[in-house]
């Protein structure tokens, strides 16, 4: 979405053993649409969307999220996600 800001701290494909995949990233304010890809399709935990407010992670996902005055929206079209917050 316009004047979003989105922070990617780490991105890599798998090595040729499949190990190494990283998708770690920072929405810090606005929202985006997703469709996750490779990446986090063996190991879950590869890919990650921190927030102020919570973590994104993946179940094998499309989905949209929408950062607003310090709260936090997801929708999901296919597949599911988790949030966890302290």
């Given amino acids: 979405q316009s004047d979003s800001k989105l922070s990617i701290h780490a991105y890599q494909e798998a090595d040729a053993d499949g190990k ?8 810090v304010e606005g929202g985006f649409r ?9 190991n879950k935990e590869a890919y990650r969307v921190d927030t ?4 994104i992670g993946i179940r094998g996902t499309m989905y949209t999220t929408l950062l607003a005055k310090g709260k936090l ?5 296919q597949g599911g996600i988790t ?4």
């Fill in 52 to 55: 102020p407010v919570a973590s």
């Fill in 83 to 86: 949030l966890s917050s302290s």
């Fill in 34 to 42: 997703t469709l996750t890809g490779t990446i986090g399709k063996g």
């Fill in 73 to 77: 929206i997801a929708a999901v079209w």
């Fill in 20 to 27: 190494g995949e990283k998708a770690l990233m920072e929405l």
